[in-house]
């Protein structure tokens, strides 16, 4: 007992089981770089990926009013045509689908006003 209790009060003793406090810093640091890079790939990815679903919507509404229009449907009234309007002066980031009303389509500016119908916003 005596050999043992001498042996772990010398000054000398250094034990070999641990981690220094660098080697637990080093790992941490990259732990943090690791992570961070995961969440800004997240965030990036979840742009493309709402950039690409609205691309996808813009899209079938367009494919929308040109359906509409080739196949004359009637919504009551008189109806010169469908369409899209981005007006970005008012509200850049969306668009209105309309049905063109006019008393007379050969006399229709083909634009949206306040007397026409919109569909869906």
């Known amino acids: 007992m005596l050999k043992l209790n001498n042996l772990f009060n010398q000054k000398n003793y250094r034990s070999n089981w641990g981690f220094t406090l660098i080697e637990l810093l080093i790992v941490t640091a990259i732990m943090a770089l690791l992570v961070g890079a995961v969440v800004a790939s997240h965030r990036t990815g979840q742009k493309k990926y709402t950039l690409s679903q609205t691309a996808q919507r813009l899209v079938s509404d367009l494919r ?30 969306s668009y209105r689908f309309y049905a063109d009303k006019a008393a007379d389509c050969q006399t229709s500016n083909n634009k949206y006003d306040a007397s026409d119908e919109i569909i869906e916003t």
Do not use: F, H
């Open 64 to 93: 929308k009013a040109q359906n509409m229009a080739m196949s004359g449907v009637d919504i009551g009234g008189q109806y010169c045509g469908y369409g899209l309007e981005i007006n970005q002066s008012v509200r850049p980031t």
